[in-house]
């Protein structure tokens, strides 16, 4: 079983390879539909398996993927499979987004709301927390039920809570505490 650390060693290879060449948009898009042929198909599992042969695997890959990616991105999910960690593909990705964006100075935030975010109030959280941190904001959401309402967002070491789950916590503490 890989490390966890693998597929941080691996996107910062392969950001290094799209500094290089000026692809990291390309590389970012490579990895991305080979993520996505690996986790959503038997691919991952054909690749990771390691009673097939390598040439075996670099065929399927080829055949899979025809020229929909790079050479050099076809290569890269050939070592992994040859090294039985095709799945941590998906980890190389989530990586090497991180440091596209910190290379473009873009912060992730996560927002964690007990419905889904429309699309105005998407772009009113990011405008609130551009506010706050200074830089564009790269949202991702989630939904948690037992926040009961509001929401809870994260960007770097900063928590802003919003929740309704919060305030209701917070009030029963001042009450026990003038009850007390």
Known sequence: MPKPASARRYAQAVFQIGLEHDSLDQWYDDLSTMATAVDESEL?????????????????????????????????????????IASILTGVV???QSMLDDHRGIERAEVVSSVPLDDEQ??????????????Q???VSRVEPSILGGFVARVGDRVIDGSARTRLNQMRRRIVERVA
């Not at 399927?60 to 999910?77: F, K």
């Not at 998407?122 to 830089?135: A, H, I, N, T, Y």
């Open 44 to 84: 991952g599992v054909f690749l990771d398996a390691p009673q097939v042969s390598v040439e075996r695997k670099v065929e399927v890959i080829s055949d899979a993927l025809g020229d929909s990616v790079s050479p050099l991105a076809a290569n890269l999910l050939a070592l992994l499979a040859s090294r039985g």
């Open 94 to 96: 989530e990586s090497y």
């Open 122 to 135: 998407r772009r009113r959280v990011s405008g609130l927390l551009e506010g706050m941190v200074g830089k």
């Open 137 to 139: 904001v790269r949202l």
